[in-house]
């Protein structure tokens, strides 16, 4: 279902993301809204404290391409201040029980963490780590992780399902350990809530949760920032939907979403993945044809094509 066309002709000369004949479209399902827009015009479509959670996964400014788009700001100083714009709009449309993580680079993330600490409480500084097979530095430490701010509007009411988000506990399941400070001794509980360093494969060519998008988080990993943080019937905003993994999980466990994005690319794999429309334009939206050759820089290496 195609939702209703909206005129907006805003210049975006400051980050030169939209050009100027660049319009913005509404599609919805009965969970899931998918704006595209800039995201400062997508943001100003939502009411102001009306979602639960917010998951914001933006550009690094790292130099990775999106498309036409090159993630490169011309200072660090430049790239904290889009930052700050779109937090502090982000914020307002926040209920005061919600609940927001935040994602950046390593460099990035100290700014964003001191600014973030005189708006909301911040609970918790996870380390989403991974393993990598390519090509490491070999002049310092490479990075191996990605850090994510988890903070709330009100310490005292906000949503947290530790029950839901569980995972094995070594010393209960693998060790079977007794614990002894109790008064008639009871083995160590089995599971636990995780820690903050949370170890989750990235996506991967041949999973079939790839998407072509650069920078693709986990289905895993927003499942759960999603069970832990919000409730079914829940509202959650994504403001840089990407690949649209936050929408296609939200709207899995039974969440409304509102994801914005400007890439007419990403916006196809979004109306695909959530189900709101097969074709665009004209287009059919099918996943992608995966093949056993990946195709480099240097063109196909190791034989014909062949597709799975």
């Known amino acids: 279902m195609r939702g209703a066309l909206v005129t907006s002709r805003r210049r975006h000369a400051d980050v030169g993301i939209l050009s100027e004949s660049m319009m913005t479209e509404t599609f919805s399902n ?22 639960d959670l917010i998951f914001a996964d933006p550009p690094y400014n790292i130099g990775k391409k999106f498309g036409d788009f090159k993630d490169v ?38 700014y964003l963490d001191l600014w973030l600490r005189e708006k909301v409480t ?49 010393t209960g399941s693998v060790r079977k350990l007794m614990d002894y400070r109790k008064e008639i001794p009871t083995p160590y509980k089995s599971t636990k809530v995780p820690g903050n360093a949370w170890y989750i494969p ?22 759960r920032v999603i069970k832990a943080s919000s409730n079914p019937g829940d509202v959650i905003l994504d403001p840089f939907a ?28 979004g109306l695909r993945r959530t189900g709101i429309a097969q074709t665009w334009n004209g287009e059919t939206l099918n996943a992608i044809q995966k093949s056993t050759v990946r195709k480099n820089a240097n063109g196909i290496r190791g034989g014909a094509v062949k597709a799975i």
């Open 30 to 51: 009965e969970l899931t809204t998918i704006h595209y827009a800039d995201v400062m015009d997508g943001l100003e479509k939502v009411r102001d404290e009306s979602v």
């Open 122 to 170: 911040i609970l918790s500084r996870i380390m989403w780590h991974y393993d990598s097979s390519g090509v490491q530095a070999k002049k310092f430490y490479g990075s191996m992780y990605e850090p994510i701010l988890f903070g709330v509007k009100d310490s005292r009411a906000y949503t947290f399902n530790a029950a839901d988000i569980e995972v094995e506990a070594k």
């Open 202 to 223: 990235r996506v991967r060519y041949r999973m079939p949760e790839y998407e072509e998008h650069p920078s693709q988080k986990p289905e895993t990993l927003l499942e």
């Open 242 to 269: 990407g690949s649209f993994t936050t929408c296609a999980v939200a709207q899995r466990l039974g969440r409304s979403s509102i994801g914005i994005e400007m890439n007419p690319e990403y916006i196809k794999i």
């Open 73 to 110: 700001w011309p200072s660090d100083a430049a790239y904290v201040d889009w930052c700050y714009g779109w937090l502090e709009a982000s914020l307002r449309k926040l209920k005061k029980t919600g609940s927001l993580y935040v994602m950046t680079s390593t460099q990035a993330m100290p």
